[in-house]
């Protein structure tokens, strides 16, 4: 069994996508998903961001907020059940604010006080190191999703939709190969499409 660790921020649909993936990717390849927390909030502070980006990242503090203390009240395995749920809650059902937090608590049978963290900014140098954690070794230019394969950090994969059964784990060796050849950086093109979650 062969660990890939995997830095998310809740609010990022792709990120979403590919956690999607890597489930997948467990039922055919001998492969277990440690999920981490990464801010998108903490990545763009500082950088020039057109008005609704700016409003959009002073929003995403209070989910990875939530997830930094669900792993702080259970422990780091808490991120694949809360992961699981907010997504669903935010990207499946399309709830926002508070309402997307209280559903993805009870999703993933969490305490429902945890809520109350989405607005306490005490929880934050936790979200930073966590952050940093992921994004240091791949480097501060990339988002979400982060994955670490064995020694490597990358970017991506970004892909829409998630793919299923054996076709999830054909793209799983194809990336695990790229990971495990010296001097690999950068695979990418243009999005043509938006998310789609099916």
């Not at 907020?65 to 992961?83: D, M």
């Not at 070794?137 to 994969?157: A, C, K, N, Q």
């Not at 190969?177 to 001097?183: D, F, K, R, S, V």
Request: charge should be negative; hydrophobic fraction near 45%.
């Amino acid at each position: 069994m062969e660990t890939v660790d995997f830095w998310y921020d809740p609010y990022c649909p792709w990120a979403w996508i590919t956690s999607r993936w890597m489930l997948e990717v467990e039922k055919v390849r001998p492969v277990e998903t440690k999920f981490h927390l990464m801010s998108l909030a903490v990545l763009n502070e500082g950088r020039e961001l057109p008005p609704q980006y700016v409003e959009f990242m002073e929003k995403a503090w209070a989910g990875v907020r939530v997830a930094i203390a669900a792993e702080q009240r259970y422990g780091a395995h808490v991120h694949r059940a809360l992961y699981s749920a907010l997504g669903t809650a935010i990207h499946l059902e399309q709830l926002q604010g508070e309402e997307a937090l209280v559903r993805a608590l009870s999703l993933a049978e969490l305490d429902a006080d945890l809520v109350s963290a989405a607005s306490d900014a005490s929880l934050d140098e936790a979200v930073r190191a966590s952050h940093l954690a992921g994004m240091e070794p791949v480097g501060m230019d990339v988002g979400t999703p982060v994955l670490r394969i064995g020694e490597t950090s990358i970017f991506g994969p970004v892909v829409t939709p998630a793919p299923k059964g054996e076709a999830a784990g054909v793209m799983y060796d194809g990336v695990k190969a790229l990971c495990q050849t010296e001097g690999f950086y950068e695979l990418k093109r243009s999005r043509t499409v938006g998310p789609s979650f099916g």
